[in-house]
């Protein structure tokens, strides 16, 4: 086995890396560009070098640069994780010319695997079944066509050298078949660098189900199982589950053992996936084989309770197979959901920023106990991949996935249920995510009947995307519990001491509150005000003309409120940044914006700001004349409410154009007390 290895990638996957080398006693070496010198990979490992840019060009992609590091550090081995270098032939090169173990097949099994056409002809002589399809290297346009309108239409054309959904086309009709096959050159052509395509039919309401297979250089393949990864947007992965629902063991069998023939037909050695492409009734096609790594390999491991990184090292250092096939068996089942910051209702447009507040539900960071995962029925629930910590910022530089969260239970319904509490614990504050997405999908009743095919999310899509009725009233009463506290009163009032701000000698004590609703488009509406009340014990809630009595308290936890208002109850969590209050209560995600009247009580149009009493009292002093020039916080007016002075500050810098009331004046909640032309 290795001492010390270079894990040339980054995020979720180089911490997954990291995790196993650690608990076998293996040294292991973080690279990081500009953009992650803090990243949470860097931590994960012994030690970490810096190889370039914050770009994937500048850095991950810069082979010179990871062998360079592997040699100065004195690693063994690279493990590529997926994406960047993992099927790169020539990055298997270099290792290979440096005396650096690759952690992956041969160079001669990526080369054949990377190019769709050449792996269909493998596959074809390896009796893999193929979908109907022209895979050739005659590109000619006039042939290309005539071969569509012999397959049939709906046909698919595809880039050879592509992946990732890049240079897909279907295609309905025959005169549309030229345009379409210029448009998915191009962009293959600019993804890949080759404009090759191939042609298959395009088949109706398919599945997509994939085969993990792991081969050794002693001769032995096996086959670790299928999962269902039909659950796609933008021909990417969403939801993934093992063991694909609803197939057959004669199936399964069928497709275990042509998977494990076309990594035999390439002499294939380590960990890889050979997908397949299913109908409605049966019948299964080889789609292509990525020769890594998938990112959906946890669910593998929490049916299995194999650690298939430890596989992958194992294999490397030219040890055997942990298993044989007979000894390999399925515990469960399990779903991954990959959390993304992404905007779904923009057609899942990537979102970047700050990771303000994170906290996903309680589980595992990968694995283990000390037994590792070698042992089934010793696997936590709940498991949490991620390559990011509260703090972090998601940049527009790499893929935007914030963490991947996985469940496992005895059976598919135990696993839906628990993947259903799990993202609603889920909380982030900052880019926008697609987590109430993914909650709307393993609600949906497709996906909870398994019935599975890859256009799910576009045949549902205005059931996925419809509005859904929120806990409104409950997450306004805890915003309200928040801000009491913050500002600091105290949930009982049992001395009038605890919050001097909020108390006065006769009579009760009334509070008014301004809030913005926050939608998730990031849009800002619905102006309202709350009265908050106490009088004696009893403590009131007003909004829309409803008054109704209303009691809270601190939670057990960090951030956590009970809450009731009338006879709404609710307990939840919020985070407060700033003035905007984030409300995770009853699976849903509210934010409301605090108008803080007595800060900045300006209602500002056309650079007119217009300061408004924040509370019925007496103007004790006005610190300010028509033509002062102040800036923002500068001190105002002075009013005495309650039995106690509040001083009222310009809201931004500007000039005082005129002074509405003089000093013993008194005035109404929300009066304007003067003007100010803002800068």
Request: aromatic share 6%.
């Amino acid at each position: 086995m290795f001492n010390k290895i270079l894990i040339a990638n980054r995020g979720e996957i180089a911490c997954r890396v990291a995790a196993t080398c650690k608990r076998l006693g293996i040294a292991s070496v973080a690279v990081y560009s500009d953009a992650d010198a803090n990243a949470k990979h860097v931590s994960a490992c012994d030690e970490a070098v810096h190889i370039g840019g914050s770009t994937a060009a500048e850095s991950y992609l810069r082979v010179e640069r990871i062998i360079e590091a592997a040699r100065a550090t004195g690693a063994q081995a690279v493990h590529p994780g997926y994406g960047f270098l993992s099927e790169n032939e020539d990055f298997a090169h270099a290792c290979e010319a440096a005396g650096i173990v690759f952690i992956g097949p041969p160079v001669e099994a990526i080369a054949a695997m990377g190019s769709k056409a050449a792996a269909k002809a493998l596959m074809h002589a390896a009796a893999v079944p193929l979908v109907p399809g022209y895979h050739g290297d005659d590109q000619n346009t006039e042939l290309l066509h005539h071969e569509a309108d012999a397959i049939g239409y709906p046909v698919l054309l595809k880039a050879s050298a592509g992946g990732g959904g890049k240079g897909m086309r279907v295609v309905e009709r025959s005169e549309d078949f030229p345009a379409a096959l210029a448009s998915c050159k191009r962009e293959a052509a600019s993804s890949f660098g080759n404009d090759r395509v191939l042609i298959e039919k395009y088949l109706t309401r398919p599945r997509h189900v994939e085969v993990q297979v792991f081969a050794d250089r002693h001769g032995g393949a096996v086959y670790l199982f299928d999962r269902d990864c039909s659950v796609q947007r933008r021909h990417q992965k969403v939801l993934e589950e093992a063991p694909a629902p609803g197939l057959s063991a004669e199936i399964k069998r069928e497709m275990g053992e042509a998977a494990v023939a076309a990594a035999r037909a390439v002499n294939y050695v380590g960990a890889g996936t050979v997908e397949f492409i299913m109908t409605a009734t049966g019948e299964f096609y080889f789609m292509e084989m990525n020769t890594r790594l998938q990112v959906e390999h946890p669910v593998t491991e929490m049916i299995t309770g194999q650690d298939l990184v430890e596989w992958q090292l194992r294999v490397a250092a030219d040890e055997p197979l942990p298993l044989t096939q007979e000894q390999l068996k399925i515990d469960g089942h399990a779903i991954e959901a990959r959390i993304y910051a992404e905007h779904p209702a923009r057609g899942f447009l990537p979102s970047t920023g700050t990771l303000k507040h994170l906290r996903m539900p309680e589980g595992v960071e990968f694995v283990i106990d000390a037994a590792g995962l070698g042992e089934p029925g010793r696997k936590a629930p709940v498991r949490i991949d991620s390559g990011v910590r509260e703090g972090d910022t998601i940049t527009p530089f790499y893929d935007p996935m914030i963490a991947k969260l996985i469940v496992h239970g005895a059976t598919r319904e135990e696993a839906l249920a628990r993947m259903s509490r799990a993202l609603h614990a889920c909380e982030v504050v900052g880019p926008h995510t697609n987590v109430e997405f993914l909650q709307r999908i393993v609600a949906s009743e497709p996906f909870a009947t398994g019935d599975l095919d890859t256009g799910l999310i576009e045949r549902h899509h205005d059931a996925l995307f419809a509005p859904v009725k929120q806990p409104f009233k409950e997450a306004l009463a805890l915003a309200c519990a928040a801000l009491l506290t913050r500002e600091g009163g105290t949930a009982h009032g049992a001395s009038p001491w605890d919050a001097l701000s909020h108390w006065r000698l006769n009579g009760g004590y009334t509070q008014t509150l301004g809030w913005l609703t926050i939608h998730n488009s990031g849009e800002k509406d619905s102006v309202f005000m709350v009265t908050f009340a106490r009088d004696g014990g009893t403590q009131t809630l007003e909004h829309d003309g409803v008054r109704e009595q209303f009691t809270w308290s601190n939670g057990s936890g960090l951030h956590e409120y009970r809450a009731t208002i009338g006879d709404a109850r609710a307990t939840g969590r919020v985070f407060v940044d700033g003035d905007t209050f984030h409300v995770f209560c009853l699976g849903h995600a509210l934010a409301f914006e605090w108008q803080n009247l007595l800060a900045h009580a300006a209602d500002a149009e056309g650079g007119e700001g217009r300061l408004t009493a924040p509370m019925p009292g007496k103007v004790i002093a006005v610190l300010v004349e028509p033509g002062t020039v102040v800036e923002k916080g500068t001190p105002l007016i002075v009013m005495e409410a309650m039995k106690m002075e509040h001083t009222i500050g310009a809201p931004a810098a500007g000039t005082v154009t005129e002074v509405l009331y003089a000093v013993g004046d008194q005035v109404a909640d929300g009066a304007q007390l003067l003007v100010l032309d803002v800068q």
